[in-house]
């Protein structure tokens, strides 16, 4: 274990350190963060509040003086009413008789006439009398309506200054407008707009005085404002918002760039708007101010709280340091093997807690290598007493070798052979092999099946042996390990097994060959002696043994040409016996059908089913054909339906059948004189099977039985016909 000479970031104190200040100043700036939005909503609120109420005044104010002037206005139209007909020289005598009107109207008051043409003014004006006004469309639609208005804020032609006029009707005595009163406002001279435009508000703020319909800034303390156009509809969705009344204040970025607190309230009579606007950093500079104190005063909390904290950890983790140091003392002398000494435990809190677990820790772990020494030491002994030879090698280098391997390989000692390449102990002829099977090992982590191979021995001779391999872990890293069993005395056993196998195979393929040509030869004898003969019932006795004879001649040259003598295709074989059958009767007419399943039966079996096909043939051709009569005979054999799926487990149907003239509805076996079907019915029962026949008068006989393999008769201690016991079976009679 190295030194714990650890970077101070990298100490429990450090973390515990920085993560605890991590979270404090996070709960702190959060806190400041949320405290200064609130605190910052809170005031916007109440600024927005005060703006409000004050631009409500100063709207109510407005209104107050436009309506202020419009009763003057609409109590002097009342006067000028009377006649049909405005009058020029009237119309200028009633103005003058008002001076009322002039200190109201600053721009003057005048009359216009139905047509258009202003009639009188005052104070007169050059140039204002006689001039049509119909251009003007506030006076226009006055004229048509007759309703009261403030016109619209405009650069005088006569003044040469921004004016604005409160237009009133002028009727007659039937209520027909005959023209109309108009007072200007001359916003260059001292009027009642003055509380707008001679005052901002607070420092850097100020009034406007805005025309909503006209989208207007019609004056503002802000003389570069006045008669200012605002933007058009559509282009600032948040002017648009606040003209249209949905905020009464809002934080606005003006054209300039600048974000100011807007607050805005309506002038009912005119349709206009006061509205008031101080920029953000004026409103809520205060607010800032405090805020920035909160964030130096969480930096100094933060920083407290840091100094407070190391040193509290450290205090409290100085019993963890030592227990470390002791720990990395006592991993430096452990290679003495002496026992680890248990911690000290200074405190009894959760860290002497710790140190307490961490000396039952140390006591377990001391019993562990104990017992993984004593564990050890056991397979050791195993290892080496064990008479299999164990081998373990990597990288190509044998790095271990018991005694019995040693022995194997004619070494004296085990020095012998560890650090010789592995391929030396083996025969040039299998390195490829060797080579393959350790990689594949190595990639696949498997334990593979044994193999046969060849060593060499120290001395250079041949040894055969068996060999598997694992992976393991030696010394530390991943290693092969080989199982080696010596197989040259099992090989030599094998090889001189196989010998005498082969030289019974050869017997066992002379005897059927002889036993095959002595039939041959019994079965010439006695076709002479039929020639000889001079009775029919004696030709036809040794003609029936002729087939017999080559019935069984058949198995034996079957057996002879598959070299299989444990069991033998029934199909096959049935299938030839049938055809020499049919072909020693000599009878064109009969064809035969085959309809042959593959089944390996013994021989027990496979001889009493050929003796039984060649006499149903024999007696179909001799008794079902006579006379040189067509038809068809069929042999089958094929697995009864419904029965078992393998071969040795199910039942199989033999079935021999012809069309020829058939059985009588009386045939009983008790009551046949046959000879062959008599031994029909004895090699049935040989064979373990069922015979049945028809249903009558069809000449069709079935054959159900189990096939037996060669152990399966070996193992039968009772003799052949211990079947003969099975229920008695309806058998067909000669067919005579």
Request: glycine share 8%; with cysteine.
């Amino acid at each position: 274990m190295s030194r714990p000479g650890f970077l101070p970031l990298r100490t429990l104190n450090a973390r515990l350190t920085l993560v605890t200040l991590a979270l404090v100043v996070l709960s702190i700036w959060t806190l400041a963060i949320y405290v200064g939005r609130i605190v910052h909503d809170d005031v916007q609120a109440l600024l927005s509040e005060q703006q409000y109420r004050s631009v409500g005044l100063l709207a109510a104010e407005i209104n107050d003086q436009l309506g202020t002037r419009f009763a003057a206005l609409e109590a002097v139209a009342r006067e000028a009413g009377g006649a049909r007909d405005a009058d020029p020289v009237e119309a200028q005598s009633l103005l003058d008789q008002r001076p009322v009107l002039l200190s109201l109207f600053n721009g003057g008051v005048v009359f216009i006439a139905k047509d258009g043409r202003a009639i009188a003014d005052a104070p007169p004006l050059p140039g204002r009398v006689g001039s049509n006004y119909l251009r003007n469309t506030d006076v226009a639609d006055c004229l048509n309506d007759g309703r009261s208005r403030v016109g619209r804020a405009v650069m005088g032609r006569i003044l040469k200054t921004p004016v604005f006029g409160l237009i009133v009707a002028v009727r007659d005595g039937g209520g027909q407008v005959q023209g109309v009163l108009v007072g200007l406002i001359n916003m260059a001279k001292p009027s009642f707009l003055d509380r707008i435009t001679a005052h901002g508000f607070g420092q850097t703020g100020h009034f406007f005085l805005v025309s909503i319909k006209h989208r207007l800034s019609i004056t503002s303390s802000d003389p570069g404002r006045v008669m200012q156009t605002l933007a058009p509809l559509g282009e600032d969705p948040a002017l648009d918002r606040l003209l249209a009344g949905q905020h009464s204040s809002l934080v606005y970025t003006n054209p300039a760039g600048q974000e100011a607190l807007v607050s805005l309230t309506t002038v009912p009579l005119a349709g206009w708007a006061v509205a008031a606007s101080l920029p953000t950093e004026e409103a809520f500079a205060p607010l800032h101010a405090m805020q920035r104190r909160m964030l130096w005063a969480a930096l100094g909390l933060s920083l407290l709280a840091a100094g407070l904290m190391w040193w509290l950890l450290q205090h409290q983790l100085a019993p963890l340091v030592q227990a470390a140091k002791h720990l990395a003392v006592a991993a430096a002398t452990s290679s003495t093997g002496l026992p680890m000494q248990p911690l000290p435990i200074k405190r009894p809190d959760e860290i002497g807690l710790l140190i307490a677990g961490f000396n039952l820790l140390l006591a377990e772990l001391g019993e562990r290598e104990l017992a993984l020494a004593d564990s050890e030491a056991r397979y050791r002994a195993m290892i080496e007493q064990s008479p299999e030879p164990i081998a373990v090698h990597r990288a190509g280098r044998l790095l271990f070798a018991n005694p019995a391997l040693v022995k194997l390989l004619g070494g004296q000692s085990a020095q012998d052979l560890v650090g010789q390449p592995v391929l030396k102990f083996i025969h040039p002829d299998e390195h490829s092999q060797v080579l393959a099977r350790v990689a594949q090992v190595a990639e696949g982590g498997l334990r593979l099946i044994p193999l046969e191979s060849r060593y060499l021995k120290l001395d250079g001779s041949v040894i055969d042996v068996e060999v598997q391999g694992a992976m393991i872990e030696f010394d530390g890293a991943p290693a092969n390990l080989a199982l080696v069993h010596d197989i040259t005395e099992r090989k030599q056993s094998r090889l001189a097994l196989q010998a005498a196998l082969q030289e019974k195979t050869v017997l066992l393929n002379e005897v059927h060959h002889r036993v095959k040509n002595n039939l041959q030869v019994v079965s010439s004898l006695m076709r002479l002696e039929a020639a000889r003969g001079a009775e029919d019932r004696t030709r036809q006795v040794l003609t029936d043994m002729q087939g017999r004879l080559r019935a069984m001649g058949m198995l034996h040259e079957s057996l002879y040409r598959s070299g299989l003598f444990a069991s033998v295709n029934l199909g096959a074989y049935l299938k030839d016996v049938a055809v020499q059958a049919c072909r020693s009767q000599g009878s064109p007419a009969v064809r035969l059908h085959l309809d042959m399943g593959c089944l390996q039966v013994s021989l027990d079996q496979a001889t009493p089913c050929g003796l039984l096909v060649n006499e149903l043939i024999t007696n179909a051709y001799k008794h079902g054909f006579v006379g040189g009569r067509a038809g068809v005979l069929k042999l089958s054999l094929q697995p009864q339906a419904g029965s078992e799926q393998t071969d040795t487990a199910r039942q199989w149907c033999l079935r021999v059948q012809d069309d020829g003239i058939g059985l009588p509805q009386d045939f009983t076996l008790a009551g046949t004189s046959s000879l062959g079907l008599q031994l029909v019915g004895d090699l049935a029962r040989q064979i373990g099977g069922v015979l049945t026949v028809g249903p009558l008068p069809l000449a069709a006989f079935e054959l159900r039985f189990m096939p037996q393999t060669t152990a399966q008769t070996t193992a039968q201690t009772a003799p052949q016909n211990s079947l003969s016991t099975s229920p008695p079976t309806e058998a067909p009679k000669d067919e005579s």
